[in-house]
C-alpha cells in the first residue's frame, strides 16, 4: 500500500478509536441509559466497532515491529542480526498486507439492519398448480437451512396450494444476524422441470417470489392504534380443518398503507397479537427501508441489491440437476444438495461480491 493510502487508512482508524472511547464513555453516563433506544444504538456501535479497534492494535503493532526492523537495516553492520531483520521484515510485510485487506472490509458501513431477526415470506408465481409444489420446496430448503444453522424458523400464516405446496407461506426466523445471512435471497426464483401433471414430458418453468426483510423493532416504527384495525377468526390447519373452535387466529389491518397481516399459528390470540404486530411493523419498516435500499443500489449499481423484489434472481433446472444465480453467474451441479439446505456457499459468494462492490464504491 502507498504512504497516502496509509495515511487516509490510519486517519480512519484513529476516529474509529476515538468514536470508539466516546461511546464507551458515554455508556456509562446515567442519561444515556435510561434512554433505552439510544442506549441499545450506541451499545450495538460499539460492539459493531470493536474488531476494527482490536485489529488497529495488531496493525500499530506490525507497524511499530516493521520501523524497528528497517531501522537495525539502517545501522547494524553484523550480517547475523541483518539477515534476521530482512526474514522479519519478509513476514511482517505479508502480514501487514493482510491486516490492511482485512481493515478495508471492516471499515466498510455495516448495514444496520445485518443482526436483526427476518421475516421470509414465499408466494407461488406463474405456473399454477406446479408454481405452488415449488413454493413448498423452496420453504423446506430454507427450513434445513435455517436448521443446520441453529436458526429458529416458525410459521405464522400460510395457504396451501391446490395439489401441496404453498400459495404463500410467511414465516419468523429467529438467529445471529438471520437477516444479514438471507437477505440476497429476495427475488423471482425459477424452476425448470417436468410436471408430475405433464403426460408428453415437457419441462415446464414455473416461478416463486421470495422475500426476506427484517424484523422491526418497536423503536422502528410508531404505529397508531387507530391506525389498525383487528379482525379475529378460527385458524384453520392443512386440508382447511379447524384446528380450534376458539377465535384465537388474528388478522391486522393498517389503514393509511392498507397492509395486512395474519397470525393464526399459536392457540392463544394474545401471543398471535403479538406476533402479528411483529410482523405487521416489519412489513411497515420493509416499505421504508425497501425505498432507501432503491436508491444505494442505483447508487452503485449493486448486482446483488436487496431492493428490487421483481428481479429474476436465481434458476433451478431439475433436468441438468443445476443452479445457477444470475447476478455473480454462478453456476453449481449439485441441485439435489441445494434443495437439502446446502446454501451456504452460494450465500458466501453473494456477500463476497456484494462487499467487493461496497469497497470499490468507497474509495479505499
Known sequence: MADKEKEILLGKLEEVQTRYEQIANDLSNPDIVTDQKKYVRLNKDYKNMQPIVETFKVYKNVLSNIEANQ???????????????????????????????????????????????AILEIRAGTGGDEAGLFAGELFRMYQKFCENNKMKITVTHFTEGTIGGFKEIVANIVGESAYGILKFESGVHRVQRVPQTETQGRVHTSAASVAVFPEAEEFDVEIKPEDVRKDTYCSSGPGGQSVNTTYSAIRLTHIPTGVVVTCQDEKSQIKNLDKAMKELRSRLYKIELEKEQA??????????????????????????????????????????????????????????????????????
Open 71 to 117: 531501522q537495525i537495516l539502517k545501522e547494524e553492520t553484523d550480517e547475523e542480526l541483518r539477515e534476521m531483520a530482512n526474514e522479519e521484515l519478509e513476514q511482517l510485510t505479508a502480514e501487514i498486507e493482510e491486516l490492511e485487506e482485512k481493515i478495508k472490509f471492516l471499515l466498510l458501513p455495516k448495514d444496520p439492519e445485518d443482526d436483526k431477526n
Open 295 to 364: 436508491k444505494l443500489a442505483a447508487q452503485r449499481k449493486s448486482m446483488v441489491s436487496t431492493g428490487d423484489r421483481s428481479a429474476k434472481i436465481r434458476t433451478y433446472n431439475f433436468p441438468q440437476g443445476r443452479v445457477t444465480d444470475h447476478r455473480i453467474n454462478y453456476t453449481a451441479y449439485n441441485l439435489q444438495e441445494f434443495m437439502n439446505g446446502d446454501i451456504q456457499e452460494l450465500i458466501d459468494k453473494l456477500q463476497m461480491a456484494d462487499n467487493a462492490e461496497r469497497l470499490k464504491a468507497s474509495g479505499l
